[in-house]
């Protein structure tokens, strides 16, 4: 059975970080692409970050560039968001999203296997 599992969220004060893991089970990401959206409260889920299935291309949305990097580690089959310089608008449940293809994309209908999703929260 195919098993997204996002940790790493919580409550974090405006300018801090997070870094959140998404581990895979059930079969290899290596030749997958990755990506992490976010949905806030009332709010559409939206494209966080994605990444390639070598980690050699990453995407990330306007609102988070230069503050988030994503990153993958193959070997542990893990997926990572490193979060610096969190603020109030960056709140919300974190979703790990896995293709069955080697690139990514912006859209979450691209993605085939999904994570439960993570909190974070950030106070102002």
């Known amino acids: 059975q195919v098993q997204l599992v996002e940790s790493g969220g919580g409550l974090v004060q405006a300018g801090g970080s997070l870094r959140l893991s998404c581990a895979a089970s059930?079969?290899?990401?290596?030749?997958?692409?990755m990506g992490w959206f976010r949905q806030a409260p009332g709010k559409e889920r939206e494209f966080v970050a994605a990444?390639?299935?070598?980690?050699?291309?990453?995407y990330y949305a306007d609102s988070v560039k230069g503050r988030f990097t994503i990153s993958r580690d193959n070997t542990k089959n893990t997926v990572y968001l490193q979060m610096n310089s969190l603020n109030a608008e960056d709140t919300g449940v974190y979703y790990c999203?896995?293709?069955?293809?080697?690139?990514?994309?912006?859209?979450?209908?691209?993605?085939?296997?999904w994570g439960q999703g993570t909190q974070v929260t950030v106070s102002s």
């Open positions: 990444i390639n299935w070598r980690g050699s291309t990453t």
């Open positions: 059930g079969w290899t990401i290596s030749t997958s692409g």
């Open positions: 999203a896995a293709a069955w293809d080697k690139s990514y994309s912006v859209y979450d209908g691209w993605y085939d296997s």
